[in-house]
């Protein structure tokens, strides 16, 4: 019997995870997910890091701590070190899932520092450093589609750099990042950069959509309000995939990949279900078409691994049901603009309280060690 899992592949999906630790890639771990539940790539950000390296449990990284306090480093020096060896071990392992799937999948992101998210020159310095100490050609920056993300995905794609562009929640801004993207080929293809080496993904937030439209709507009360509940972010990441077939339709990006270009896969990111009352699964059953990627939390895959059931395309006929969720959010008086921008602000700050936790904590443990 083919797994879900199996059928998500065949339909289209590339099934990464949203994690990683050194103890996941050195007990054999990660290679068993690729081998059993069809993983073919890996996300990670502040979050997850911070929670490997200040696991009081975890003592894989223990050693290279000690030599780093030795050396006397910094704390933003040794996570970069620690992040870094982990994700270009990973990469390794994900090798032979790159070249199997001519370079699509076998990716592996690792992000810029979340305090230059407002900071465009910072973080095209920053995704050249990882992508110059990393070395490895299937790695992926990853970037927030902040205002200031905008132009460094443009930067970093011109020099060459695959790039994951996260923390995307809107679809106008969605539209900003492909016209980002796109400009970076052409100035990468001016240069005589071969466009084939260069990928992107662009990270579309899900789950969190629900969460911040569910809770106003909950405020309104009203029985109309209600029973558009859990409707917003399957409809937003529809209607996503719409913009994407009819932006890379356009001349445009036409020209770009009859040169060589790669299309930048829209990636559902934030799939797991934050409310009990909703099947585990929903933002991966829901959300299958040719060519996207789903990166899920563990917990996620597991039970999409269990009991999911994979019924073929569940966006692209789907388009007309999303604009009127859209219609029907506006009349009760829901405003996605600003929806979408708390949620952006919300996921950077987020981040940047995850870095701050992260470097407070390895300086506290480098100290001790000096």
């Known amino acids: 019997m083919s797994t879900p899992t199996a059928q998500l592949a065949a339909a289209g999906i590339s099934i990464w995870l949203d994690d990683l630790s050194r103890t996941r890639i050195s007990s054999g771990n990660l290679a068993e997910l690729i081998e059993t539940r069809n993983v073919v790539g890996v996300t990670t950000n502040p979050t997850i890091f911070a929670n490997a390296l200040t696991d009081k449990s975890n003592t894989s990284y223990d050693a290279q701590v000690t030599e780093l306090a030795a050396a006397g480093a910094s704390a933003e020096e040794a996570v970069f070190a620690a992040t870094t060896q982990d994700v270009a071990a990973a990469l390794d392992v994900f090798r032979p899932v790159w070249e199997a799937s001519n370079h699509v999948d076998g990716r592996v992101s690792i992000e810029v520092s979340?305090?230059?998210?407002?900071?465009?020159?910072?973080?095209?310095?920053?995704?050249?450093?990882?992508?110059?100490?990393?070395?490895r050609p299937n790695l992926l920056v990853k970037i927030p589609a902040t205002k200031a993300g905008l132009p460094a995905i443009t930067e970093a794609i011109?020099?060459?750099?695959?790039?994951?562009?996260?923390?995307?929640?809107?679809?106008?801004r969605y539209e900003e990042v492909i016209d980002a993207y796109l400009?970076?080929?052409?100035?990468?293809?001016?240069?005589?950069?071969?466009?084939?080496?260069?990928?992107?993904?662009?990270?579309?937030?899900?789950?969190?959509?629900?969460t911040e439209t569910d809770k106003r709507l909950d405020a309104i009360g009203t029985d109309q309000a209600k029973a558009l509940k859990s409707k917003a972010g399957l409809a937003n990441a529809r209607l996503a995939y719409e913009l994407f077939e009819k932006k890379f339709a356009e001349k445009r990006a036409q020209d770009l990949l009859a040169a060589g270009a790669n299309l930048q896969r829209p990636?559902?990111?934030?799939?797991?279900?934050?409310?009990?009352?909703?099947?585990?699964?929903?933002?991966?059953?829901?959300?299958?078409a040719a060519g996207v990627v789903n990166t899920m939390p563990e917990k996620t895959l597991e039970a999409t691994?269990?009991?999911?059931?994979?019924?073929?395309?569940?966006?692209?006929?789907?388009?007309?049901?999303?604009?009127?969720?859209?219609?029907?959010?506006?009349?009760?008086?829901?405003?996605?603009?600003?929806?979408?921008?708390?949620?952006?602000?919300?996921?950077?700050?987020?981040?940047?309280?995850?870095?701050?936790d992260l470097l407070a904590q390895v300086a506290e443990t480098l100290e001790a060690q000096r």
């Open 114 to 135: 979340p305090d230059l998210a407002h900071d465009t020159d910072g973080t095209v310095a920053s995704a050249k450093e990882l992508w110059s100490k990393i070395d």
């Open 158 to 172: 011109a020099a060459g750099i695959s790039v994951n562009v996260t923390l995307i929640f809107s679809l106008e």
């Open 183 to 210: 400009a970076g080929l052409e100035r990468a293809q001016a240069a005589d950069i071969d466009l084939a080496g260069i990928h992107s993904v662009a990270s579309f937030f899900v789950s969190r959509v629900d």
């Open 267 to 288: 990636l559902w990111a934030s799939t797991g279900v934050k409310d009990p009352s909703l099947p585990d699964t929903l933002y991966v059953t829901e959300l299958v």
């Open 305 to 356: 691994f269990d009991h999911a059931v994979v019924s073929g395309d569940t966006i692209t006929g789907g388009y007309a049901e999303a604009h009127a969720v859209f219609d029907a959010l506006a009349e009760v008086g829901i405003d996605l603009v600003d929806v979408t921008q708390v949620l952006e602000d919300e996921g950077v700050a987020k981040f940047i309280d995850s870095w701050h």
